[in-house]
């Protein structure tokens, strides 16, 4: 059972970057999946998180109205579209998984099958 995230890079602020979260040996559908990143001397914090069965969505204030979550069960992947990225968007992003969002998905507790993780950098 493992993610694994790609799709990071470098962006001027303003640009945009789409992430992927690919499952192997499990199938995405039953679970919910969380994005998280980690910015250097900083605390994780949850980015955004989908639900299993009926892909309610779940934003942190920080990315609402820019970042979009989304799943394709046929590619049993999850992405995260990055749209008018910022600087303090700078951070390692890692997808995790766990059976449903819950109210708690920010602190990311209880969720399982950590990836590496894709650097962001939004620098001019």
């Known amino acids: 059972v493992q993610l694994q995230a790609s799709g990071g890079g470098l962006v001027r602020p303003g640009g945009s970057l789409r992430l992927s979260c690919a499952a192997s040996?499990?199938?995405?559908?039953?679970?919910?999946i969380g994005w998280f990143r980690q910015a250097p001397g900083k605390e994780r914090e949850g980015v955004s998180c989908?639900?299993?069965?009926?892909?309610?969505?779940y934003y942190a204030d920080s990315v609402q109205g820019r970042f979009t979550i989304s799943r394709d069960n046929a590619k049993n992947t999850v992405y995260l579209q990055m749209n008018s990225l910022k600087p303090e968007d700078t951070a390692v992003y890692y997808c995790?998984?766990?059976?449903?969002?819950?109210?708690?998905?920010?602190?990311?507790?209880?969720?399982?099958?950590w990836g590496q993780g894709t650097l962001v950098t939004v620098s001019s």
């Open positions: 989908i639900s299993s069965s009926d892909d309610i969505t």
């Open positions: 995790a998984t766990r059976p449903g969002c819950g109210s708690s998905w920010p602190k990311g507790v209880g969720f399982g099958s």
């Open positions: 040996g499990f199938t995405l559908d039953y679970y919910a």
